[in-house]
């Protein structure tokens, strides 16, 4: 409610359609003193002092859903959206900020994602257009374009210094940065088929070698970029200890959501009941030792609501 109270009442009002539609994504600045997700309204992007959550700044602008956050310093981040815009952003002193630095429209479709690697300097978004788009955030200006072969439910994307990982339905694709040709359109160098062809991968992450993966059917995956091959990973049920040390049985190849709760209202007894719906892994995240993974989604059906948690 905080960071929508100092909102002016006609702008609110003009926004109240775009509401409700849940939150996308959530960055931490490097300090670890600020936090921007979503806002009340889909479209917002509200920043929040950490660890307090106090109110930093609200920032409006964009006029769709907001898909997308990245910290490129400790006060200014990038945010995408479905109205097929990136903007760049100052957190001030204001507590309302609806004049972003710079705005651009490079994509022809929505843009799912954005992420920004420090170590590069190089900007990277994805957008349902088939496009990796990478920039230089500090003239906002897009550097290399790279078209994806596999272009259906492309919607999480992981940037780690000199490669992207892009996930899309039935495929993991792979962008090496280092070969950039500056304006000249190309394409992914790699591709890998997805553990889960139908539902997609939903959320991606890249540490060193180990690509880790989550999909729309709850499943949870480990890929080795060094032999491009999927990691066993044994007994599903483990819930503790070493992801590398769960190996019993060299056959399993991924890890798979358990039911978490599933709000049994009047969509699902219409629609749903009696069917076995799993939770989709729309994020997850190692912690420093990457000996423990936290993993987090919901049902991925439209109209169904719900959410789980799961620590390995």
């Known amino acids: 409610a905080n960071e929508t109270s100092s909102v002016p009442e006609g702008i609110q009002e003009q926004r109240n359609a775009q509401a409700n539609c849940g939150i996308h994504s959530i960055s931490i600045n490097p300090s670890k003193t600020m936090l921007v997700t979503g806002g009340a309204n889909a479209c917002d992007c509200a920043v929040f002092h950490i660890p307090s959550f106090e109110t930093a700044q609200l920032s409006i602008g964009h006029q769709d859903w907001l898909f997308g956050v990245a910290w490129v310093s400790d006060i200014h981040f990038l945010s995408a959206s479905r109205d097929t815009t990136i903007k760049l952003w100052r957190v001030g002193q204001s507590e309302i900020n609806n004049t972003p630095i710079e705005t651009k429209r490079e994509h022809n479709s929505k843009v799912r994602d954005i992420k920004f690697d420090m170590d590069s300097e190089f ?119 070493q992801i590398k040390g769960c190996i019993s049985d060299r056959s399993k190849t991924y890890l798979q959501c358990g039911s978490g709760h599933l709000v049994t209202d009047g969509t699902y007894a219409e629609h749903f009941q009696g069917e076995n719906i799993q939770n989709a892994c729309y994020t997850h995240a190692w912690d420093p030792t990457f000996t423990r993974l936290f993993v987090a989604g919901g049902p991925l059906p439209f109209g169904l609501r719900g959410c789980y948690m799961g620590l390995w």
């Open 123 to 241: 900007a990277a978004s994805l957008s349902s257009d088939a496009t990796v788009k990478l920039w230089d955030p500090h003239t906002m200006t897009v550097v290399d374009t790279i078209n994806l072969k596999y272009d259906k439910e492309l919607v999480s994307m992981a940037i780690q210094s000199s490669l992207v990982a892009v996930g899309s339905q039935s495929h993991i694709s792979f962008v090496d940065l280092r070969s950039t040709n500056g304006m000249v359109a190309r394409t992914a160098a790699h591709s890998v088929p997805s553990l889960d062809s139908s539902w997609g991968v939903r959320s991606i992450s890249l540490n060193d070698t180990l690509v880790t993966c989550g999909s729309g059917q709850g499943r949870i995956f480990f890929l080795d970029m060094r032999k491009m091959e999927y990691l066993p990973v044994g007994d599903p049920g483990i819930q503790h200890g």
